[in-house]
Every structure is written in structure tokens, then in C-alpha cells.
């Protein structure tokens, strides 16, 4: 299968949109793209806004050819009203959806899915629920989780997690898990035993605050055991790239299982790693003494020592 890592928190814009090919069918997972409000007291900077407009035609362009469009919970980094990216792309396809009504937050389940199904009904073939569902198309399996927490709790409702399967290759994306830091979460993973896992990583950008250190030591624990389990391609970036420390992170799980390929999306693509929002003061900062920035990740010297909040 050949899979694309579209747009996500390591390329400079808040998603995690993926697609894949499987030969006889084109499979597109949450095509949204944002940028953060407000980060450390200010608002995207431009070079965050000319990649939020870059990635917008990139998965435009690949949703237009998609067979398949998934949408795994109704947050705006993971589906798109039509502000972006153009409602054409659900023009005739197959939309699997995280259920609208249950296992899901009020803001969701009130709002956001509603509004959202009620544009793309008119549009789209065919429109179904997929929570612990398997659709088989052609040589193509897709298969979903039960419903589980986005993040610890139900607070910011349920995503579901998305395995696609062809030719006996399995790769699982797992939507916004924020880890993953339950056993809830780590079901769907560990019984499907999948080559190449697409996770979201730990919330460390919050960590104390929003997302607690129990958390954090759960995730890199779950983290390791999908390794351990088989899992031979381990992506790691979503939550887990809006802070600079996350190097440290994932330098302490290689240490610890130094056989295993373990990476971000930009680095799986053979992208430098360019940390736009986590470094928005810096962009800022550079911006007004008239300095020339670098984005790439590679030019912190010391990296396990940068401290952003």
C-alpha cells in the first residue's frame, strides 16, 4: 500500500490527514487542516498561514480522487466545513463516519456533526456510521474501533480508530487518542497487529496543566508495547508535535527499543521537521528584529534541552 502523511503538526499546521492507495481503492482519514488561535498570547504568524493554504490544495487535490473519505470524530483539525478546502470532495464518495449521536460530546453531537452531515449528505453517494464496523471493498478492508476517549475522559468526546487492509498489509490510524493512554485504546491496536501505526502522541504541550504526567507515562508505555507487539513502523505526531521537547521523547522510546522505526510524519516523508506553531514566538521574534529564521528542527543544536510551554 502506499500511504501519503499529508498534513500534520510536524509539517507547521494542526491535522492528521492521511491517504492511501491500495491498488484498487483510494482511502483519504480526516481531511481538516488548522492553525492554532492563539499560541503564547498571539496569532498564527504568516509562514503558518502560508502552509495552512499550501496543505489545503494538497489534500484537496488527493481528496478530489479519493473513493473513500473517513472522518473519525467532528473536531475542525479533522474535517472542514467548506472554509479551506471545497465541499466538491465529497462529491459522490463513500463517507464513513464516527456516529453523530452516540458516544459523543455535546458540542459534537449538537453542533459540529449535524451541521457538518447536513452539507454533505446532498453531496456524497453514500453517507454511513462506522464505530466497530468492516466494510470490504474490493481487496480492500477497512475496519473500525469501538468509540474510545479522545484523550483520558469523555470531556472532549470519542474518535474512532481506522485500520485499512489490503494484500495482508494493516495499517492503523489512530485518530486523537492523545497517546494512546488507556487499554480502551490499546485493544483495537494490539489485537489487530498492524505493520505501520499512525498515532497522535501524548498532549505534552499541556502536560501538567490539561494532560498529567500519569498520562504521559501511560502513553510512552503503550507506545512501547506496540513496538514490542510487531508493530515495525511507528509514527508519532499530531499533540505530540506543538512542543519542541517531544525530541527527548522519542529519543528516550529508541533508547528503549532500538530496533524499531520510530518517527513523525514530516521525517517518515522524508520532511525536515518544521515545528511552526510550537516555535510561533521565536517566528515572531525573528520576524521583528529582521533576522533570518530557520524552521527546521535539525538546527537545535541540543535539542532534548529546548523548554517551550
Do not use: W
Not at 455535546?106 to 453542533?111: G, I, K, T, V
Amino acid at each position: 500500500m502506499d500511504v501519503e502523511l499529508l498534513a500534520f503538526d510536524s509539517m507547521g499546521v494542526r491535522s492528521m490527514c492521511t491517504f492511501i492507495d491500495t491498488g484498487d481503492l483510494r482511502v483519504m482519514i480526516d481531511p481538516g487542516v488548522s492553525l492554532a488561535p492563539r499560541r503564547f498570547g498571539l496569532p498564527p504568524h504568516r509562514l503558518e498561514l502560508e502552509r495552512l493554504e499550501e496543505f489545503a490544495r494538497a489534500i484537496t487535490e488527493k481528496a478530489m480522487i479519493s473513493d473513500v473519505i473517513i472522518i473519525t470524530h467532528y473536531h475542525y483539525d479533522h474535517h472542514d466545513l467548506g472554509d479551506i478546502i471545497p465541499l466538491e470532495i465529497y462529491d459522490k464518495k463513500f463517507v464513513l463516519i464516527k456516529d453523530p449521536k452516540n458516544n459523543i460530546n455535546r458540542s459534537q453531537c449538537d453542533f459540529r456533526a449535524p451541521l457538518f452531515l447536513g452539507i454533505i449528505k446532498e453531496k456524497a453517494q453514500r453517507v454511513e456510521v462506522a464505530d466497530a464496523k468492516s466494510f470490504q471493498i474490493g481487496k480492500t478492508k477497512i475496519e473500525f474501533s469501538k468509540a474510545v476517549f479522545h484523550g483520558s475522559s469523555s470531556l472532549l468526546g470519542y474518535v474512532v480508530e481506522v485500520m485499512v487492509e489490503a494484500d495482508g498489509d494493516r495499517i492503523i490510524h489512530t485518530s486523537d487518542v492523545q497517546g494512546p493512554i488507556s487499554n480502551d485504546q490499546m485493544e483495537f491496536l494490539l489485537n489487530k497487529k498492524p505493520r505501520l501505526v499512525i498515532a497522535d502522541g501524548p498532549m505534552i504541550y499541556m502536560l501538567g496543566y490539561r494532560y498529567s504526567y500519569e498520562n504521559l507515562e501511560s502513553s510512552m508505555r503503550n507506545l512501547g508495547r506496540l513496538v514490542e507487539g510487531g508493530v515495525e513502523e511507528l509514527v508519532v505526531d499530531h499533540h505530540f508535535l506543538r512542543d519542541t521537547n517531544y525530541y527527548q521523547y522519542i529519543k528516550n522510546l529508541e533508547d528503549k527499543h532500538p530496533d524499531a522505526k520510530i518517527c513523525t510524519a514530516a521525517e517518515y516523508m522524508g520532511k525536515e521537521v518544521e515545528l511552526l506553531e510550537a516555535r510561533r514566538r521565536e517566528l515572531y521574534g525573528a520576524e521583528s528584529s529582521g533576522t533570518k529564521q530557520n524552521l527546521r528542527t535539525s538546527d537545535l543544536i541540543n535539542r532534548s534541552q529546548v523548554n517551550e510551554e
